[in-house]
């Protein structure tokens, strides 16, 4: 009866580029693992998913690798992401009664992605067993999760970084009055200290130092600059191992450029936004989601270029998975979710 209850109220998905967080109603966020799958190319058999196979990136002997089936916000490599998704799911409802009764499914996506790249979510949540496939856009998601009122006729601003994909768009009774969806997020930030430390610093590092990189020291506005890092990596002029001690402000340097694209594309909205949504927005605020919400000075920056307040929502990392969850548990949300209905 516990399981037969739990389908019924279905699953919320947020099937990320970095990570995949799911929801069931009255339980909250019940699973946040990395969108990571370990294979063995030789016998192409699944090893790992989630954080164990995230710990193998970089680490892999011959004829094993470690990759993420998401590429900026959309399914890259289908097999893996359906046997990801399958693995998550069925490790969520206890490996019981999956195949009995399938549940609804609601997958977040980014507003800007193509039929071909709907297609390959719906394939992949219908291997995964969903009898019923939603596709809601990732920024009305956000929205709906930070508990902003969408379905009010007033203004709201949401801007939701992600690993692949920045949604910025301004909502209003359910629906989305202006968006803009661009392929610079977490991952391009990364690739921006990679690319840094290459030309500056003749250093060669991995994604995951990077990341690493970025979480200690990312900054996108003028903050204390004696905070430092030992950075371990391949001295591109000898090839030798080599450490180098990085600031603060040369990580911001080094973002600086796909913060400008994320900055521009908050402009780009506001400027099309109609006056009276407009004037609620500068009454109310601009509301950040999405792992990149959490960089340091992001909220300064943006609101400082805009010269709109700026706020972090509460538990940024969750609110799509918390609003995919909520459209199909709350009556009043029904009606966006049906629009996104994607028939298995």
């Known amino acids: 009866m516990v399981f037969k209850s739990f389908f019924r109220r279905g699953i919320g998905v947020d099937l990320g580029t970095a990570n995949t967080l ?30 164990e196979a995230r710990a193998m990136i970089g680490r892999t002997p011959q004829g094993v690798k470690a990759l993420r089936p998401l590429r900026d916000g959309v399914i890259a490599e289908l097999k ?13 409802i206890g490996n019981r009664g999956f195949n009995f009764q399938s549940p609804e499914i609601a997958i977040g996506v980014p507003s800007g992605v193509t039929d071909v790249e709907r297609q390959a979510v719906k394939l992949a949540a219908r291997n995964a067993g969903a ?41 209003s009774l359910c629906g989305i009055v202006v968006n803009s969806s661009i392929r610079v ?72 450029e796909p913060l400008a694209s994320i900055v521009e594309a908050v402009q780009s909205t506001l400027e099309r ?18 792992g990149g919400a959490l960089l340091q000075g992001l909220d300064e920056l943006i609101s400082n270029e805009t010269e709109v307040p700026v706020f972090i929502a509460e538990d940024p990392l969750s609110c799509v ?24």
């Open 22 to 51: 799911i929801y069931v109603e009255g339980q909250g966020v019940v699973l946040r693992e990395p969108s990571v799958v370990a294979v063995d190319d030789n016998n192409n058999t699944l090893l790992a998913v989630g954080e």
């Open 80 to 92: 893996y992401a359906e046997v990801m998704l399958k693995r998550f799911i069925e490790r969520v």
């Open 131 to 171: 009898s019923q496939t939603y596709l809601p856009e990732e920024p009305m998601a956000a929205a709906i999760g930070a508990s902003l009122p969408v379905a009010e006729p007033t203004g709201s601003m949401i801007i939701d970084i992600g690993g692949g994909t920045t949604e910025v768009a301004v909502i």
């Open 185 to 256: 997020a977490g991952d391009e930030l990364n690739e921006a200290i990679i690319r840094y430390l290459k030309k500056v610093h003749s250093l060669a590092v991995g994604e995951r130092t990077a990341e690493e990189i970025k979480f200690r020291l990312g900054s996108a506005y003028k903050t204390v600059e004696n905070d430092r890092y030992d950075v371990r990596g391949l001295n591109l002029m000898s090839g030798l191992p080599r450490t180098v001690t990085i600031s603060r402000g040369e990580v911001r340097e080094a973002l600086t």
């Open 273 to 290: 936004t109609p006056p009276e949504l407009a004037a609620d927005i500068f009454n109310r605020g601009i509301f950040l989601t999405g």
């Open 321 to 344: 998975a918390i609003g995919t969850g909520k459209m199909l548990s709350e009556p009043s949300y029904r009606r966006v979710l049906e629009q996104s209905l994607i028939p298995t």
